[in-house]
């Protein structure tokens, strides 16, 4: 299969890549309008002064940046733009052995390989800009089983399944077509030092991002996914033992799964990466005049760290980790009379929870809260640094860090988790026909369910890739590519788990009415809803706490906001972005930056009216339709989801899910066409006759809008972002605007009801409007009316004499009719905005130009043939 990816952006001029950057300069006669869009001319930090004919010197370790990540223009004199081929080939072979050991024994074997290959524009993980580098990946995934049953009398059967399967997944990072050089390798001048000198055996250059007094911003990075691999062996075990006595039919059994997981994954960045944003003191003013000059805003480089020795291990980290569940069922199908059947039944789960396994040092960490001291706590300078020997760095256990299971001092389970035992799962259902006739069925059930796998997004992997088991240290503002060292340590970032979490569980309950008509017309009417509790969520413990007033921090004595002693106005400095605008002081727990903390607190609730028609034959067709009014509800979609206003009060975000549509309306028609079938002409009847017509007819309403405010210079009062308020009824208002730039535009809703908070708002003082009025998902977005139709036919085919063979010939359209289906629109408010003020749209140089314009629609109509051949 085919795909392809565009590439339509900016990259530096042929001069600018000769470090000329006389097209930014008016008074050059090298001038360029376009190319000065935007641009600084660069000024020596030595001298003060322009560089010679604006002409920057560069560094051979920028030249083998720039050769190997960033692409030669090809559109203009800045333009690139490109569509790679992003090839996806596909093939499985499978074998199955079946054997009769026994009239009452039977046994087969069977072993599938299903492998995949694609190539990935940009890298993948990495969000890079350009084609520079790609991502080859390899998926050769396998699969065994051995299924035996065995009858041991009429009423009783016994039915075992082993089986094995390995996800494997490999990555081979290479250059991308768009790569002068063809190379993602460090040339042999490479002079760069790594921090971390374990490092210097790495052969890929380090990621590099690079905007600000530039017309363009890039960033491009190898090394999220360099040298890649994952294997995700498993071993599943089941036994169900199926006996009938009477009016009843019992079944029960056990389940038992084993996974692991051996990863090679570099949340390390041991390549490195460089950021050049013209924020270093000594900037040129352009941030690829500053690369060219090694002027560099800073440089990250992380390793695997063995804190029981304080060494730095280097190169990329391994990940090697297990759980296991086993799960008891038993359940039983009662025929109570003809007219009525029960399906009565439970199962429970027990785990062991997701765990790291056979590594030194033991990287099964968490961090604890109630083992946090502030007396511990390191001090933070007046540069936002950690100042040593102030206290317990967060780079080995101690002062809420812990180290879990073996060598573990807290006591806790390897996975850091003390497994839920409360999963025992009741199942309940029922079928009664009223008439007797078989025509009409009244359907139910409720049941519970224990979703493992989601315990997966729970677990301690969510804290590997920071301390103590992952150094990653940032060097800021240095000149020099040869100047590279490890600066101070900033609070960090972690991933925490609660020690004790209930596993996610789901209910679901169901009641249906079904009823065959005259002429094969079956028509179903049900109510269909689950509840989730204890569903995944993440939430900050570190936010600094609503209602904050004045904190002591000495070392801010006598800056803005703070007096001469160090009592600070906390929100004050963080809502008008006063002196140093640092959050980490005034957080609950110093030292740390943001915590992270995955814990299973989420809810969701879904009701739906389902109703199902189904014509299964007469005159030639077959027609099925399916139609669902549904809602949703939950406080986030995704257990990574985090709004990004206020985790203490998670029940705000309490709407309409994410992924919710209200109305699906979905038509599946086959019609025999009649033409010719009966034609006395051979060549009618085999080449026109027998035809037959398909379809998929889709109608449902879109997914909802999130909308985002922010006042440019401003932060709320624990240092976060708001929401919009709304000045008047919010709604789908379709029309179109005359856009200045593209012309006619349909537009979705009126941006005029959209207004900024006001300034009040943004104090976090638990008034109501509190960082804005706006709840979540207020408005749907744009919906699908989709067709795709098919013409098909199936030839008998002469050939294998005494076989039954057909070549279908299949022509089938997608978006047949080819109308737009819009994706997505402009939903939001410039930051420019004033507060108070609507977010409207009010031309090309609005703050809020295109608001409310839709700006993206689906795939348009794709023809394609097919050929089949059966025999």
């Known amino acids: 299969r085919e795909g392809s990816t565009i590439f339509n952006t900016n990259t530096p001029t042929l001069r600018m890549r000769q470090g000329d950057f006389s097209e930014c300069d008016s008074a050059s006669p090298n001038f360029n309008a376009i190319a000065a869009s935007g641009c600084v001319v660069p000024i020596n930090p030595a001298t003060g002064a322009a560089f010679p004919g604006d002409i920057v010197p560069i560094d051979p370790n920028a030249q083998a940046i720039m050769n190997s990540l960033v692409p030669l223009p090809n559109n203009g004199i800045d333009g690139y733009l490109k569509a790679p081929s992003t090839p996806t080939d596909w093939r499985q072979e499978q074998i199955r052995v079946d054997q009769n050991i026994s009239d009452k024994t039977t046994v087969f074997v069977r072993f599938t390989q299903d492998t995949w290959t694609q190539s990935l524009l940009p890298a993948l993980w990495t969000g890079s800009s350009y084609d520079t580098i790609a991502s080859p990946w390899g998926v050769p995934a396998k699969n065994a089983v051995l299924h035996l049953t065995h009858t041991f009398k009429p009423n009783l059967m016994n039915e075992f399944i082993l089986a094995y399967g390995n996800d494997v997944h490999f990555i081979r990072t290479k250059a991308g077509p768009g790569s002068p050089s063809g190379s993602i390798l460090k040339p042999s001048n490479w002079s760069v030092a790594p921090i971390f000198p374990i490092n ?65 994954l570099n949340y390390t960045d ?190 301690v992997g969510e804290t590997y890739g920071t301390p103590p088991a992952v150094l990653s240290p940032v060097a800021n503002n240095i000149v020099g590519y040869q100047n590279i060292v490890s600066g101070p340590l900033s609070p960090g970032s972690f991933g925490a788990v609660p020690t004790r979490n209930a596993i996610p569980m789901v209910m679901q309950y169901n009641v249906a009415v079904q009823h065959e008509f005259s002429g094969n017309n079956l028509l179903s009417v049900g109510w269909v809803g689950t509840l989730g509790r204890h569903l995944g969520a993440q939430r900050n413990i570190n936010q600094i706490p609503v209602g904050i007033g004045i904190k002591n921090v000495p070392v801010l004595a006598g800056t803005d906001g703070c007096d001469a002693s160090g009592n600070c106005d906390v929100q004050n ?162 029309g179109v605007d005359n856009d200045p730039q593209f012309g006619p535009t349909p537009t979705w809703f009126d941006p005029s009801v959209i207004a900024q908070p006001l300034l009040s708002q943004l104090r976090a003082d638990g008034e109501p409007g509190m960082f804005g009025y706006m709840g979540r998902n207020v408005l749907t977005g744009p919906g699908r009316n989709n067709w795709d139709l098919a013409l098909l036919k199936d030839f008998q085919a002469p050939w294998f004499s005494g076989e039954h063979s057909t070549l279908q010939f299949r022509l089938e359209t997608f978006n047949t009719f080819n109308h737009p289906q819009w994706s997505s629109i402009n939903a939001g408010c410039g930051g420019q905005t004033p507060f108070g003020a609507p977010c409207t749209d009010t031309g090309l140089n609005s703050v809020n130009y295109q608001n409310g314009q839709v700006n993206g629609a689906r795939a348009p109509r794709l023809v394609q043939l097919g050929l089949k051949f059966v025999f």
């Not at 998670?650 to 899910?657: G, N, P, V």
Request: hydrophobic share 30%; charged share 15%; with cysteine.
């Open 200 to 264: 210097k055996n790495i052969t890929v250059l380090p990621g590099v991002s690079v905007g600000g007094g530039t017309p363009f911003s890039f960033s491009e990075d190898a090394s999220v996914d360099y040298n890649y691999n994952s294997t995700l062996p498993t071993v599943s075990l089941k036994d169900n033992v199926v006996y009938t006595r009477g009016r009843h039919t019992l079944k029960y059994g056990i389940f038992f799964l084993n996974y692991e997981d051996h990863s090679v």
């Open 270 to 459: 041991a390549q490195g990466n460089f950021t050049f944003g013209a924020g270093n003191p000594r900037t040129t003013g352009n941030a690829l005049a500053d690369m060219y000059q090694g002027i560099i805003d800073s440089y990250t480089e992380g390793t695997p760290y063995d804190y029981t020795t304080g060494t730095a291990l280097g190169g990329t980290g391994e990940e090697h980790a297990s759980w296991r569940q086993l799960e008891p069922y038993f359940q039983d199908d009662w025929k109570v009379n003809p007219k009525l059947t029960l399906n009565l039944g439970a199962r429970y789960t027990w785990n062991v929870m997701y765990h790291f396994t056979n590594q030194h040092p033991n990287i099964n960490s968490d961090f604890i809260p109630s083992l946090w001291s502030l007396g511990d706590a390191p001090q933070i300078d007046i540069n936002g640094y950690l100042i040593p020997g102030s206290g317990q760095f967060p780079t080995s256990p101690g002062n809420g860090i812990v180290i879990c299971g073996k060598d573990g001092t807290a006591g806790l389970p390897s996975g850091c988790i003390y497994p839920d035992r409360a999963t025992l799962a009741p199942r309940f259902g029922f079928a009664y026909d009223p008439t007797g006739n078989g025509k009409t069925a009244v359907r139910g059930g409720f049941g519970v369910y224990h979703d493992l796998n989601a315990g997966l997004e729970v677990s």
């Open 573 to 734: 400095i963080l809502i008008n972005h006063l002196g140093v605008n640092n959050a980490d002081y005034f957080r609950p727990f110093r030292g740390f930056s943001n915590l992270r903390f995955y814990q299973y607190s989420a809810v969701s609730d879904y009701n739906s009216l389902q109703v199902n028609f189904r014509h299964t034959a007469g005159h030639g067709i077959i027609f099925q339709t399916a139609y669902t009014y549904s809602h949703g509800i939950d406080t986030t979609t995704g257990y990574t989801g985090n709004h990004g206003v206020d985790d203490s009060n998670l029940s705000r975000w309490r709407a309409t899910s994410d992924t919710n549509r209200t109305h699906v309306l979905i038509l599946n028609y086959v019609y025999d066409l009649p033409f010719f079938k009966q034609s006395s002409s051979s060549f009618l009847r085999r080449g026109l006759g027998g035809w037959k017509f398909s379809g998929i007819s889709s109608f449902y309403t879109g997914v909802p809008v999130d909308f985002g405010c922010g006042h440019s210079g401003y932060s709320s009062g624990i240092g976060r972002g708001i929401q919009c308020n709304t000045v008047g009824p919010l709604k789908i208002k379709k």
